[in-house]
């Protein structure tokens, strides 16, 4: 008989809930990572998976201090926005909101980028965090990156926290010309057919077919294409571009929304800006049309050559790409560049590293546009960026990921004085 586990209610706040023990809590509300915040046991509980206004019984994992770490182990009251998940399995794998109602999913994304502002960078916001929906909530990725365990003939993605593999039979994530390569290699690993020691698989998908990394046929990954607000990108499965095709529209609109427009008159200091974290040039074609040069700045040497190509091929000779990581680019670009009017920026989900962070004050921007992927370091920096002279002027979240906690979110900021 497996032992008995201590039980502890909500008001029992004397004798601290341990690992092993199972606690009784309501979930108040969504914090950052995604999940639901309740009391119990003598302790601040984070319990997965959590819908705000469930009664649950949960089992405490790990304990920090006066917090832990909780999993569901019954629910005993649902919460009003809690549906039930149609893929289950994808929950492991990130898909951590899908059993949330998508109006509960956004209202979640809002209060956790406010969090982040409120505790890390402490700003105050008097209203709710702006956040353009997604039209797709399923079927809207342009891009995977699925694994491979072939000793077990397991296709799918790692489970969070772990390096296991989940099988993951059908994948909803994905555009439907993704979920049709993903079947076909179901296939061939259950046939025996895929080189050995593979381990990963990216995808992506264009308007005119799939770009699969590696190729399989000894040949470079097929080469892509994706029209983005009236430009066209070319790329591979080897570079990142952006998740969810179906909201990149209103991102790039959002992230240009302070700069000039198209055909404005620019005064001596307001013709250059500059895109850092380039990628393959989502934001620096549409910079370009809208300053007398643009420089952009990227690390991965294959997504900066794209970058050039998709400047070339729009007819834009006013663009100009560096091949460089940011930081180091920027430990000197002031002497080179001056004073930059208008910086874009969009980095990785560990958001600036100090050495990019000194150098961008160095170029004392007048503004600043902000695109992340994480609010916590987003947050973090805004932080620093508002103790070095400048004030936020607007903030919206965008849906990139639906059925997951993640969110994108662009901060616009300028310099003071």
Known sequence: MPPRRKIVKSSTRMLPARPGDIAETTIERIVPGGLGLGYGGGRTLFVSRAAVGDVLKVHIDRDQGRVAHASIVEILTPGPNRIEPPYPRLADCGADFQHLTYDAQLAA???IVADCLRRIAGIELLEPVPIIPSPDQWRYRVRAEWRLDPRADVLGYLKHGSHD???IPYDPLVLPALSEV??????RLTNGELPDGLREIRCAAGDNGVSLAPSFNGQPSQVVTLEVAGETYAFDANCFFQANLCVLDMLVEEALKYAPRPGDVLSPATRKAL???CGVGLFTLPLARRFEQTIGVEAHAEAAGYARLNADAAGLNNVRIETDSVERWLENAYRTHGRVPFVLLDPPRT??????????????PQRIAY???DPATLARDIRVLVGSGYELLDL???DM?????HVETVAHLARVG
């Open 109 to 111: 994304r809002q209060a």
């Open 165 to 167: 593999v989940v099988d």
């Open 182 to 187: 993903y079947e076909d290699l179901r296939l």
């Open 275 to 277: 895109d850092l974290y």
């Open 351 to 364: 958001g600036l590293p100090t050495p990019a962070m000194q150098g961008l004050l160095r170029l004392r």
């Open 371 to 373: 695109v992340s992927c």
């Open 396 to 398: 919206v979240a965008i």
């Open 401 to 405: 990921f639906p059925q997951t906690h």
